[in-house]
C-alpha cells in the first residue's frame, strides 16, 4: 500500500508450534530488511487462511488488518489473545478475524455458516465505514451469520453453491447479507473475490462464476453492488 512500509501476508506452509491439523497463519514482515515482525497462528482442524484485507489511515498508511477463510467445524477454532470462535456444525464454516497491527494480537473472530460446507474467498475493507468489511464466498443450502440466515431455493441443498456477499461492522457484527441463486437445478454461483473502488462511496465490485440465469437479493442504501462473472 502507498506509504506503508510493511505488507502482510497468509498461507498455510509455514513451520510453528503447533501440532494441530492445517493451520492457517497470518504474519507481518518489514521488507526492507524481511524481518518477521509478529506472526499468529489460528488452530482448528482443517483451517485455511484465503484473504487478507486492511483498513487505510488518512496518510495512506495500513492499519487494521482482518483475514478469512473456513476450516472444518468440529473443532472451535483458536486465535492469540485467548480468543475463538465456535463451531455452527460439523461441515466446514467460514470465519473472519480482526488483528491490531503493532502487535499482532487478536481483537476479535466471528465464525458463520450451515449444514454444509462453506467457503469464504474474498475480504475487503470499507473506505467509507471505517474498520467496516466486505466478504464474499459461497455457502450450500444455508447460511447464518449473527442472527440473519441465508436459504437456497432450487437444486440439492448439499451439493450446489451460492454465492453471498456480506459487511460486518469494526466489531465483527453483521450489518448486512445477501447472495445470489440460480434458476435451475443445479444451480451455481461462487463468489471468488471482492474489491472497493479507492474513493467517494462504497461501490463494491463482486467477481465469481454462475451458472444460469442469477438473482442478487440486494437492497442496501450507501453501498453499490456489481457483478463481474463468467
Not at 49 to 67: E, G, K, Q
Request: aromatic share 12%; proline share 3%.
Amino acid at each position: 500500500a502507498t506509504g506503508s512500509n510493511r505488507f502482510f501476508h497468509t498461507g498455510t506452509s509455514i513451520v510453528l508450534s503447533n501440532t494441530s491439523s492445517d493451520y492457517a497463519f497470518l504474519g507481518c514482515i518489514n521488507p526492507n530488511n524481511t524481518s518477521l515482525k509478529w506472526i499468529d497462528d489460528i488452530t482448528g482442524y482443517h483451517v485455511k487462511a484465503n484473504a487478507v484485507t486492511f483498513t487505510i489511515s488518512n496518510s495512506s498508511y495500513l492499519t487494521t488488518p482482518y483475514v478469512t477463510g473456513n476450516a472444518h467445524s468440529s473443532v472451535n477454532l483458536s486465535y492469540n489473545n485467548g480468543i475463538t470462535s465456535s463451531a455452527t456444525s460439523f461441515n466446514q464454516d467460514i470465519y473472519v478475524a480482526r488483528y491490531d497491527f503493532n502487535t499482532g494480537l487478536c481483537q476479535w473472530a466471528r465464525t458463520a455458516g450451515g449444514p454444509y460446507d462453506d467457503v469464504a474467498n474474498g475480504i475487503v475493507a470499507s473506505k467509507t465505514s471505517l474498520n467496516s468489511v466486505y466478504i464474499t464466498g459461497s455457502y450450500k443450502n444455508q447460511f447464518n451469520f449473527g442472527t440473519t440466515q441465508l436459504n437456497s431455493t432450487g437444486g440439492t441443498p448439499m451439493f450446489d453453491d451460492h454465492l453471498f456477499l456480506a459487511r460486518t461492522d469494526e466489531n465483527g457484527t453483521l450489518d448486512w447479507a445477501d447472495d445470489i441463486t440460480g434458476e435451475c437445478d443445479g444451480e451455481y454461483s461462487v463468489g471468488s473475490n471482492v474489491a472497493i473502488e479507492p474513493a467517494g462511496s462504497d461501490k463494491v465490485w463482486v467477481t465469481g462464476n454462475v451458472l444460469t440465469n442469477m438473482h442478487f437479493n440486494y437492497n442496501h442504501p450507501g453501498s453499490e453492488v456489481n457483478l463481474l462473472s463468467s
